[in-house]
């Protein structure tokens, strides 16, 4: 079992930045590829980006690429999202998400992620 908390949410001007941490509790940690997603109001949630430590794999949606940077510490079980030129549109709750390692190629259907965090909620003001 996994167990996700996050945090570094908060409130943001447009142009801005945020880092959300995950911390990880429970085995294995650097076997899990870890994701994050996020989920505004009235809308389906959505992948963001994903990174696998075994296999080197990192992804990103095309809508925050060039904008985020997803990062690990294995040694402290925490993965990160530095968030940077924030726009109004990634407004939403984001959270982290992970799977045990099963291939390169990484998921970005949240139906696939096995353990989830609460969320944390990132505002950003025009």
């Known amino acids: 079992q996994v167990q996700l908390v996050e945090s570094g949410g908060g409130l943001v001007q447009a142009g801005g930045s945020l880092r959300l941490s995950c911390a990880a509790s429970g085995r294995g940690f650097s076997s899990y590829t870890m994701g994050w997603f996020r989920q505004a109001p009235g809308k389906e949630r959505e992948f963001v980006s994903a990174n696998s430590w075994s296999y080197g794999s990192t992804a990103y949606a095309d809508s925050v690429k060039g904008r985020f940077t997803i990062s690990r510490d294995n040694t402290k079980n925490t993965v990160y999202l530095q968030m940077n030129s924030l726009k109004p549109e990634d407004t939403a709750v984001y959270y982290c998400?992970?799977?045990?390692?099963?291939?390169?190629?990484?998921?970005?259907?949240?139906?696939?992620?096995?353990?989830w965090g609460q969320g944390t909620q990132v505002t950003v003001s025009s």
């Open positions: 998400a992970a799977y045990y390692d099963g291939s390169y190629r990484l998921r970005t259907d949240p139906g696939q992620y096995n353990y």
